[in-house]
């Protein structure tokens, strides 16, 4: 017997869907990489044909750009998300998502809202989760397991993609 598709799935964030979802949000846009990219390779090419001081300055700063992604994204983000989480009593709380004709409604024992089509800032999504940004900084996580309770995920992101755009 198959499933019914439903528009409406409960769901609770764990700490490490926290982290995850956090690391999808912190994930390099291809206009970041790009500039990134410049920069890396401008560095790389003051470093074998500038000056002594330019060639020193560009290995340093290669070495320390490299240091502070690898330190920021790999260590110091992920004890920062969790700490975040443990305090934001909000998040382990039970969502409900509901696809309604006009937008995306989440609900909670706190919280009660909708966000209609037009307020979608962008949105991004990888194997685990969906991310609706009604804001540029700020947005609302949807795991991708709700499937198993027969949430239609193809809706949501068919509605996204209609209304929004692609995903970033």
Known sequence: MSQSIKMKATYRISEQDYVNAMDLFA??????????????????????????VLSGGA???LIGGLSVVVI??????????RRHYRNYKALHQEFVVEIVSDGVRFT??????KITWDQVHKWRQDDRFILIYPMPRIFHMVPKS??????????????LMQHVGKSS
């Open 59 to 61: 290995i340093g700063g």
């Open 27 to 52: 994930k390099f846009t291809p206009r970041a990489l790009l500039v990134y990219g410049l920069v890396v390779t401008a560095l790389v090419f003051l470093s074998f044909f500038g000056t002594q």
């Open 72 to 81: 920021g994204r790999y260590i110091i983000s992920p004890i920062l998300v």
């Open 146 to 159: 709700i499937a198993s309770q027969g949430f239609d995920l193809k809706a949501l992101t068919d509605g």
């Open 108 to 113: 909670s024992p706190t919280v009660d809202g």
